[in-house]
Nanobody, 115 residues
Framework: QVQLVESGGGLVQPGGSLRLSCVAS????????MGWYRQRPGKERELVAV???????TYGLFVKGRFTISRDNAKNTVVLMVNSLNPEDTAVYSC?????????WGQGTQVTVSS
């Protein structure tokens, strides 16, 4: 089993930034992909960013250079820097980890962008 602990969400003004962090722990063979998804109110969950163990990165189309994902394989940590936030970025952001055929989800962290 893998446990994911997220931190860093909160309330931020438009144009602001946040740092979301996720640490994976527990018994695991090897983590392949680490990433973030989000679910906005009334919308389906969507990919924000994912980084493979080898460093390949994929971002959701809406990111447009505003977010940056980084990963520390030795610490099983993935960080998402979110910049230039706007109210449409308000969502629950969830960490996602793939280890072989198994997928794990964090509990989610709320990001609210409002003045």
């Amino acid at each position: 089993q893998v446990q994911l602990v997220e931190s860093g969400g909160g309330l931020v003004q438009p144009g602001g930034s946040l740092r979301l962090s996720c640490v994976a722990s527990g018994s695991m063979i090897s983590i392949d992909d680490m990433g973030w998804y989000r679910q906005r109110p009334g919308k389906e969950r969507e990919l924000v960013a994912v980084k493979t163990r080898g460093g390949l990165t994929t971002y959701g189309l809406f990111v447009k250079g505003r977010f940056t994902i980084s990963r520390d394989n030795a610490k099983n940590t993935v960080v998402l820097m979110v910049n230039s936030l706007n109210p449409e970025d308000t969502a629950v952001y969830s960490c996602n980890v793939r280890a072989g055929a198994d997928l794990y989800w964090g509990q989610g962290t709320q990001v609210t962008v409002s003045s």
